[in-house]
């Protein structure tokens, strides 16, 4: 069926190292992939997203990778900050004939060590 | 623009009791999801809508429904909870299903 692999699903990083996440999906009709942050109480927010067409996209200290013939893309954070604590979650949107459907990976966390 | 909105926060029900999850939201979006978070696992969708007067089931949809009569609100329903649907419950809405969801910030829900 229809699935998204998160892994690791804990990850601890000192304070200034990167941290990288992968997710793996089934369906190779997928073509968007957004990437959520769940602060501790909250709702998620997206903070970075790549389409099928485009390999690799970045946005300051965050950076996605995609590699649509592996079926897999990667979260990296770069100089890790005590703020980028939280839990990550990717996703894939499969497109349908009438709505596309979006899986979510079971999400990582991520501690930053002081 | 106050986003995505979810009432209650907090709730506790009984075994067999019913309830309503209100979710709204003031963007326009066309789309709008529920999804649930059990403790440590990723979140699984429940239902979704892709307009007024639409719904369809997720992954997750038994013990639920919904509805959606209007653009800015989709009420979550259960009609007979327990304890299997203790869990936190995100609303989220999106312009179309390509662009990213919008979460509202959940509601704890324990049924015993």
């Known amino acids: 069926g229809e699935n998204v692999e998160q892994h690791p699903s804990t990850l601890s990083v000192q304070e200034g190292d990167s941290a990288v996440i992968k997710c793996t999906y089934s369906d190779s009709a997928s073509n968007y992939f957004p990437w959520y942050k769940q602060e501790l109480g909250k709702g998620s927010q997206l903070i970075i997203d790549i389409r099928s067409n485009v390999g690799e996209k970045k946005d300051q200290r965050i950076a996605v990778t995609l590699n649509k013939t592996a079926k897999h893309f990667s979260l990296h954070i770069t100089e890790t900050q005590p703020e980028d604590s939280a839990v990550y979650f990717c996703?894939?949107?499969?497109?349908?004939?009438?709505?596309?459907?979006?899986?979510f990976g079971s999400g990582t966390r991520l501690s930053i060590r002081p | 623009n106050a986003g995505v909105t979810q009432t209650p926060k907090f709730r506790i029900l009984k075994i067999g009791q019913s309830m309503t999850l209100q979710c709204t939201q003031d963007m326009n979006h066309n789309y709008m999801y529920w999804y649930r978070q059990d403790p440590g696992m990723g979140l699984k969708l429940i239902y979704y809508?892709?307009?007024?007067?639409?719904?369809d089931k997720g992954e997750v949809p038994n013990g639920y429904n919904v509805s959606r009569s209007t653009t800015e609100d989709f009420p979550l329903r259960l009609e007979l909870a327990a304890p299997s649907q203790t869990s936190v419950y995100f609303c989220?809405?999106?312009?179309?299903?390509?662009?990213?969801?919008?979460f509202g910030p959940g509601t704890r829900l324990t049924v015993l």
């Open positions: 989220a809405s999106s312009r179309d299903s390509q662009n990213e969801q919008f």
């Open positions: 809508s892709v307009g007024a007067g639409i719904t």
């Open positions: 996703a894939a949107s499969i497109p349908r004939s009438s709505a596309s459907k979006i899986i």
